[in-house]
């Protein structure tokens, strides 16, 4: 079975601060892997995916996430953080060649002060 | 292009009640996928559906069917309500090519 974690519920930075989200699963098969945020009273907003080759991503908004097998990790980061960053991030995985079931962490919320 | 569109934005229910939740996917996607999120947690997976037919299925008990139409457009029923079932409810559409869902902006059901 497929499953995700995400270490801690809350991080704050400042503006212009570097953006760490982490993120690790756990799959038996090659996984696809996928950052979504979601801001308040909202749906989910992909921000980047991996699926094969090259495996740092690069996604919208300026974030990225890097594909490590030997770690089994999918870290998010943004070099500088925007207000406009402060949300709620989930990272999920599926199977590769699957039905695209999503398997979801529980979320990380990222809080920007001024 | 509209995207993924889901109707009631927000609906209440008392325990022991039935309701119907509506998909619209977006132009071109054959593929409904319907996932539960609790308050503070992320979304599990409930079902999906593809030509019509529930294709895979989630932890999730038989108090939850769904349906899709030949437009592709797709249900969510939950019988007999419980407390529990109060949640954000996401229709996700996907087309053939099976790595990206587009979400829609839910569905929040409160059962009291």
């Known amino acids: 079975a497929q499953s995700v974690t995400q270490l801690g519920s809350h991080v704050s930075v400042s503006e212009g601060a570097l953006v760490l989200l982490r993120c690790n699963y756990s799959s038996s098969v090659p996984p696809y892997l996928f950052w979504y945020v979601q801001y308040p009273n909202q749906g989910l907003q992909l921000l980047l995916k991996?699926?094969?080759?090259?495996?740092l991503v690069k996604g919208i908004n300026g974030f990225e996430a890097e594909f490590k097998k030997s770690e089994t990790s999918f870290h998010l980061t943004k070099p500088s953080a925007h207000m406009s960053d402060a949300a709620e991030y989930f990272c999920a995985v599926s199977d590769q060649g699957g039905f695209q079931k999503l398997v979801f962490g529980t979320g990380t919320r990222l809080l920007v002060s001024p | 292009d509209a995207g993924v569109t889901q109707s009631p934005t927000h609906l209440i229910k008392t325990r022991g009640q039935q309701v119907t939740l509506r998909c619209s996917p977006k132009s071109g996607h054959d593929t409904v996928s319907w996932y539960q999120q609790a308050l503070g947690q992320g979304p599990q997976f409930i079902f999906q559906y593809y030509e019509e037919e529930e294709r895979q299925r989630g932890n999730f008990p038989d108090r939850f069917s769904g349906h899709q139409f030949p437009n592709y457009s797709s249900e969510l029923n939950v019988n007999a309500l419980l407390l529990g079932d109060s949640a954000l409810y996401l229709c996700?559409?996907?087309?053939?090519?099976?790595?990206?869902?587009?979400f829609g902006p839910g569905t929040r059901l409160t059962v009291l």
């Open positions: 996700a559409s996907s087309p053939q090519a099976p790595d990206l869902q587009y």
């Open positions: 991996y699926t094969t080759g090259a495996t």
